[in-house]
């Protein structure tokens, strides 16, 4: 028998915009339902350079504008959740021949001072033949710049926006696709489809495309439902690919580099999960199935080579250990060169029908803001009044002290000292990934283990029985992929047949819980 829910948001999308859209709906009372055809983050959302970032090289764009709303964001989110982001100081080796110097020291300028910076420090110039991030690069480069930014777990941000929306009353609903939509009366009527649970109907006073790849075709649905245009805007959306390696460590400090290329291009070189560096990105027009993108073999050997002209150590594809690549959906500005496409977003409320709101392009850093800016025009035509409460609440294990310098890195040193002592049984590396992963939500994911063989079987280099349970009960974990590579990066560490083993016993869990369901 088909079932039927009814509510006042349905968001279809369960990427960073989507998660966090319904987070803040969820918190000013409204009755949300948030669908997602495969996985939270599982596409794009996860695909990111993973900083929370003001957008140095957006200044060449003259786009002081979004750069000036990142920089704000930056600030409010490192105070969110300083578990899963944290300060980051990047160098920027000074290369003669592209950007010169004097431009470099204004762009500088105008980030520290686009908004208020109250935790991170402010840019300055180093020598590389002195400073500690000199000695892993080449001989050419004496003269570099230091700035500040902010690192951030792409994929764990959006679950833990989605957490807190389940928690606040969303209902969220994973590997479930909104195949049918159409008007009913002064709402909405749509039809979700899922493999696990067949289909179910929901009524809706409003929707929500946030759909990122994915949004201009669910426009289209959703037009063939209604009496207007709802998709006027797809052809203004540009899928644009961005792709990423990961190789063994390439240099011992904390800073990570920021690399000027002859194609006007710029990569990032990023400490990654300790034993790894992360390289990226590139930025290629992409034409193809969103869900299906993967690097190429040129896109490998661009990133090896913009690498190997900073770095003494030379890699090459062999070096790779991982590689991920994701399609951002950006607005069309007309910019021939898909690295200049506008980073900005677009609301469009389509007029004359039930309250139907597209979102057009967006980034990780300003999802806060956006979320703020689509209840700001959803609220009114819903005859809703609530107001603006995301800027200073913590996100779920975020609350590691609740006085003012949540992100000063004593602060969550601090947390993790604490933590390790406290669980003094479990093994160091593990334990500090569990305050790193969950905060001050570790302690309900361990729940009542007093001995590591508490925590059952270890189905994975560093994945216990235990934590794998509270990843598939509790953050919507359906598979190997959701945990190793999403939920954690213990994937880095395995081999295939832990994604073999630990599929298997997610699917023998699911087999019996089906069980005890029926009866």
């Given at each position: 028998?088909?079932?039927?829910?009814?509510?006042?948001?349905?968001?279809?999308?369960?990427?960073?915009?989507?998660?966090?859209?319904?987070?803040?709906?969820?918190?000013?009372?409204?009755?949300?339902?948030?669908?997602?055809?495969?996985?939270?983050?599982?596409?794009?959302?996860?695909?990111?350079?993973?900083?929370?970032?003001?957008?140095?090289?957006?200044?060449?764009?003259?786009?002081?504008?979004?750069?000036?709303?990142?920089?704000?964001?930056?600030?409010?989110?490192?105070?969110?959740?300083?578990?899963?982001?944290?300060?980051?100081?990047?160098?920027?080796?000074?290369?003669?021949?592209?950007?010169?110097?004097?431009?470099?020291?204004?762009?500088?300028?105008?980030?520290?001072?686009?908004?208020?910076?109250?935790?991170?420090?402010?840019?300055?110039?180093?020598?590389?033949?002195?400073?500690?991030?000199?000695?892993?690069?080449?001989?050419?480069?004496?003269?570099?710049?230091?700035?500040?930014?902010?690192?951030?777990?792409?994929?764990?941000?959006?679950?833990?926006?989605?957490?807190?929306?389940?928690?606040?009353?969303?209902?969220?609903?994973?590997?479930t696709e909104c195949v049918a939509v159409r008007q009913q009366g002064e709402g909405w009527h749509a039809t979700l489809r899922s493999a696990q649970h067949?289909?179910?109907?929901?009524?809706?006073?409003?929707?929500?495309?946030?759909?990122?790849?994915?949004?201009?075709?669910?426009?289209?649905?959703?037009?063939?439902?209604?009496?207007?245009?709802?998709?006027?805007?797809?052809?203004?959306?540009?899928?644009?690919?961005?792709?990423?390696?990961?190789?063994?460590?390439?240099?011992?400090?904390?800073?990570?580099?920021?690399?000027?290329?002859?194609?006007?291009?710029?990569?990032?070189?990023?400490?990654?999960?300790?034993?790894?560096?992360?390289?990226?990105?590139?930025?290629?027009?992409?034409?193809?199935?969103?869900?299906?993108?993967?690097?190429?073999?040129?896109?490998?050997?661009?990133?090896?080579?913009?690498?190997?002209?900073?770095?003494?150590?030379?890699?090459?594809?062999?070096?790779?250990?991982?590689?991920?690549?994701?399609?951002?959906?950006?607005?069309?500005?007309?910019?021939?060169?898909?690295?200049?496409?506008?980073?900005?977003?677009?609301?469009?409320?389509?007029?004359?029908?039930?309250?139907?709101?597209?979102?057009?392009?967006?980034?990780?850093?300003?999802?806060?803001?956006?979320?703020?800016?689509?209840?700001?025009?959803?609220?009114?035509?819903?005859?809703?009044?609530?107001?603006?409460?995301?800027?200073?609440?913590?996100?779920?294990?975020?609350?590691?002290?609740?006085?003012?310098?949540?992100?000063?890195?004593?602060?969550?040193?601090?947390?993790?000292?604490?933590?390790?002592?406290?669980?003094?049984?479990?093994?160091?590396?593990?334990?500090?990934?569990?305050?790193?992963?969950?905060?001050?939500?570790?302690?309900?994911?361990?729940?009542?283990?007093?001995?590591?063989?508490?925590?059952?079987?270890?189905?994975?280099?560093?994945?216990?029985?235990?934590?794998?349970?509270?990843?598939?009960?509790?953050?919507?974990?359906?598979?190997?992929?959701?945990?190793?590579?999403?939920?954690?990066?213990?994937?880095?560490?395995?081999?295939?047949?832990?994604?073999?083993?630990?599929?298997?016993?997610?699917?023998?869990?699911?087999?019996?819980?089906?069980?005890?369901?029926?009866?």
């Amino acid at each position: 028998m088909k079932q039927h829910q009814q509510c006042d948001l349905l968001i279809v999308g369960g990427g960073i915009n989507g998660a966090g859209i319904a987070r803040d709906a969820s918190g000013r009372g409204l009755k949300v339902i948030l669908c997602e055809q495969h996985d939270l983050a599982q596409h794009t959302s996860s695909a990111s350079t993973k900083l929370i970032h003001g957008g140095l090289r957006y200044l060449e764009y003259y786009e002081f504008k979004l750069v000036r709303k990142s920089l704000q964001e930056r600030e409010i989110l490192l105070r969110a959740a300083p578990h899963i982001m944290w300060p980051l100081r990047f160098v920027m080796p000074h290369d003669a021949g592209q950007r010169p110097a004097w431009m470099i020291r204004a762009g500088l300028f105008l980030y520290d001072h686009l908004a208020r910076r109250k935790f991170l420090p402010a840019s300055h110039g180093v020598s590389l033949r002195r400073h500690e991030a000199g000695a892993p690069l080449k001989g050419d480069f004496g003269k570099g710049f230091v700035y500040s930014d902010g690192w951030v777990d792409d994929a764990r941000l959006v679950v833990l926006n989605a957490l807190d929306a389940s928690e606040r009353g969303a209902t969220i609903l994973t590997g479930t696709e909104c195949v049918a939509v159409r008007q009913q009366g002064e709402g909405w009527h749509a039809t979700l489809r899922s493999a696990q649970h067949g289909e179910l109907d929901v009524t809706a006073r409003a929707i929500v495309n946030a759909a990122g790849p994915w949004a201009a075709r669910f426009a289209a649905v959703a037009a063939a439902g209604s009496a207007v245009d709802a998709a006027k805007k797809v052809q203004g959306l540009r899928l644009i690919k961005g792709s990423h390696i990961i190789v063994p460590r390439l240099f011992d400090h904390p800073y990570a580099y920021i690399f000027q290329n002859p194609d006007k291009r710029i990569i990032f070189a990023i400490p990654y999960e300790e034993q790894f560096t992360l390289i990226g990105t590139t930025d290629l027009e992409y034409t193809g199935e969103p869900g299906q993108v993967t690097i190429s073999a040129d896109e490998v050997a661009y990133l090896c080579q913009m690498a190997n002209r900073y770095f003494n150590k030379q890699i090459d594809a062999g070096d790779v250990v991982w590689t991920y690549s994701g399609v951002r959906p950006l607005l069309d500005d007309s910019s021939q060169n898909a690295s200049a496409v506008t980073r900005d977003y677009l609301l469009e409320c389509v007029e004359n029908t039930p309250p139907f709101l597209n979102i057009w392009g967006g980034k990780i850093t300003t999802y806060r803001k956006l979320a703020e800016e689509a209840l700001a025009m959803l609220l009114p035509r819903l005859d809703v009044q609530a107001s603006e409460w995301t800027a200073h609440a913590p996100l779920p294990g975020g609350d590691l002290q609740q006085a003012g310098a949540l992100i000063d890195g004593d602060a969550f040193a601090g947390f993790s000292r604490q933590f390790c002592a406290r669980y003094s049984w479990l093994p160091v590396k593990i334990a500090q990934r569990y305050a790193r992963c969950y905060g001050t939500r570790a302690e309900g994911m361990i729940g009542k283990a007093t001995q590591l063989s508490d925590m059952g079987e270890e189905l994975a280099p560093g994945m216990y029985e235990q934590e794998a349970g509270y990843l598939a009960d509790v953050e919507w974990a359906r598979s190997a992929e959701d945990i190793l590579w999403r939920r954690t990066k213990c994937g880095l560490h395995c081999q295939p047949q832990h994604f073999v083993r630990l599929q298997a016993w997610l699917q023998q869990r699911a087999s019996v819980d089906a069980v005890r369901a029926r009866h």
